[in-house]
């Protein structure tokens, strides 16, 4: 657990912002910093990592405000590799769930997740290939 710890300090320290705490809770781990509350992604697969950042910007780019973006390192990327896999880091959001019992998304909920289904899937670069077979095929 303390290796943990200090394996995650020493990659945030390519961040720009100071880390005052590295916490976990139940399952995943969270950075108390200057700049607020961040999440950390871990993935194994660095492709995955790639293909989800790509979806990511692309969305926001298209105009989704609210979608969650990886914070930039002080060299420009977006997640940090080690032998063991990738970190990310994002803003931390609160869970709420109030969402689900408005009106409007009790009706019209699966027409709005359809359509930002089909705006990953027009942002999906065929050119990055994730272990062909494994994430996504061109094609299908």
Known sequence: MKLQHETLRSHLEE?????????????????????????????????????????????????????????????????????TGCYALSDYWEKDDSWVRHPFWQMEGYSVLGMLLARIHACSDYKIRIVPGRYCTKGI
Do not use: M
Not at 20 to 45: A, F, H, M, P
Not at 52 to 67: D, K, Q
């Open 15 to 83: 961040y720009p912002f100071a880390v005052i705490e590295v916490k976990q809770e139940k399952n995943d781990w969270y950075v108390l910093s200057d700049r607020g509350k961040k999440r950390i992604t871990y993935c194994t697969d660095e492709n995955l990592l790639r293909w989800s950042h790509h979806w990511r910007e692309c969305l926001a780019a298209s105009g989704f405000r609210y979608v969650e973006r990886y914070i930039a390192t002080r060299s420009g990327t977006h997640w940090i590799s080690d032998d």
